[in-house]
């Protein structure tokens, strides 16, 4: 059989051979000092452990309803109404969905929406998955550069919107650069959005890894935890908005693929219809697990987070460019340009001594930087960054 015939144009459009290389070059590495994993490095709250265990154990195990148990709505519902003022399932045509994952709710999204000929603007740099998406179904990536700054405006993204433009993709904490958007930026791309009638999709995976005295958002309601700008949280933003959230990153269960979308019910309803016959539903033991994360105070985890990343720009400012993270928990310096070498190859020079990043261009549409994450023992960090600043150094 001639396999290769068989593989159709859209598998052929993905392309991961960016990042199996830096994966196929380390795992040749001893004890590597890793900075290129996108997953926090802190162990699953016993809370949440024991929830999921009991849940397989009293024999919750088999589908649940497509859009999720109704505890689990209840409580991100309940969630929802305190963190951002939104009533789910409510009088204003709102609903919600479990899904498998974040990335199961953009697949799910994304191909409710997007249809040939159809377009999506996507900042760049992006979560790896982005341009792919809108491939996947049929349709077109349109990126919007954000360098040097990594902030995705209205002026930025009003050039790129077409007759085709169907959403405009808005990540804040972003991956990979940890820039958090102002709500003057979710303002504007907000309206903007509203006045072209697009949907403008929140994806707010790190919403919980957000640093305190930066741009965040008034203290929430346990007067202590900084809160990230959403254009969720402006007034009437329920019509025009879509909010992606997740429990992976916030809880450290990225293995455990949960995560839920909300948003107006129509757009709701298709994501639905197409789970129904796709995932089925998000894992059962994972969302009887995640429903007692809510109660978790991950708030240390956070500091951790925050005081780590002050350590990594001052020692990352001195020898190159780098957009201030102010959440999630990687930083995306600039290659010096003196260097003469891209990202990827400055990568290839990091691992011959031993430390793993990921270059620029499984993020971009250019290779001029590179992704370092900070969800690491503090020790190896510091490694980490004795070479890397010396090799940027020259
Ligand atoms: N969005 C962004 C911005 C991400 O960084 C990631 C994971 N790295 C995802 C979505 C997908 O997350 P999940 O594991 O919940 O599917």
């Known amino acids: 059989m001639d396999t290769e015939r068989l593989i159709c144009d859209r598998a052929r459009a993905v392309d991961a051979s960016g990042i199996r290389r830096i994966f196929n070059l380390a795992a040749k590495l001893q004890d590597p ?11 699953v709250p016993d809370r949440v452990k024991d929830a999921a265990i009991e849940a397989i154990r009293t024999d919750r195990n088999g589908y649940t309803l497509t859009k999720g148990i109704g505890p689990l709505l209840d409580r991100i519902a309940a969630h929802l109404r305190f963190d ?3 009533d789910v399932p409510g009088d204003d045509g709102l609903d919600c969905i479990v899904t498998s994952g974040t990335a199961g709710a953009l697949t799910l999204l994304f191909l409710a929406l997007i249809g040939p000929g ?10 790896a998955m982005y341009p792919y998406l809108a491939t996947i179904a049929g349709g077109k990536a349109v990126r919007c550069e954000m360098y040097p700054d990594g902030r995705m405006t209205a002026e930025r993204v009003e050039p790129l919107i077409s007759e085709r433009t169907k959403l405009v993709l808005f990540n804040s904490p972003n991956n990979p650069t940890g820039v958090v958007s102002t709500v003057d930026e979710c303002k504007d791309l907000l309206e903007l959005c509203r006045s072209k009638g697009i949907l403008l999709v929140s994806d707010e995976i790190y919403d919980e890894f957000t640093f305190a005295g930066g741009v965040t958002d008034v203290a929430a309601g346990d007067g202590v ?10 007034p009437g933003a329920e019509k025009d908005v879509l909010l992606i959230r997740g ?9 455990w693929r949960g995560g839920y979308a909300v948003g107006p019910t129509p757009i709701i309803d298709a994501i639905t219809r197409l789970q129904q016959y796709t995932f089925v539903c998000a894992p059962s033991p994972t969302q009887w697990g995640v429903l007692a994360a809510f109660d978790v105070d991950m708030t240390q985890h956070v500091a951790d987070f925050q005081r780590r990343r002050d350590m990594v720009i001052e020692r990352l400012q001195s020898v190159t460019e780098v957009a ?7 930083a995306f310096p600039k290659v010096p340009e003196h260097l003469g070498l891209t990202g990827t190859e400055f990568v290839d020079r990091c691992i011959e001594q031993n430390v793993m990043i990921i270059p620029g261009n499984v993020f971009s549409g250019r290779d001029t930087h590179v992704r370092l994450s900070y969800a690491a023992p503090v020790a190896k960090i510091e490694q980490g960054l004795d070479i890397i600043t010396k090799l940027m150094q020259g």
């Open 118 to 127: 159809d377009e999506a603007i996507i900042p760049d740099p992006y979560f």
């Open 324 to 330: 201030v993270p102010e959440g999630a928990f990687y």
């Open 33 to 43: 000092i890793n900075l290129s994993i996108g997953q926090p490095d802190f162990p």
């Open 225 to 234: 935890s900084p809160r990230c700008p959403s254009p969720a949280r402006l």
């Open 247 to 255: 429990f992976g990153k916030t809880y450290g269960c990225t293995g």
């Open 84 to 86: 951002i003022g939104w």
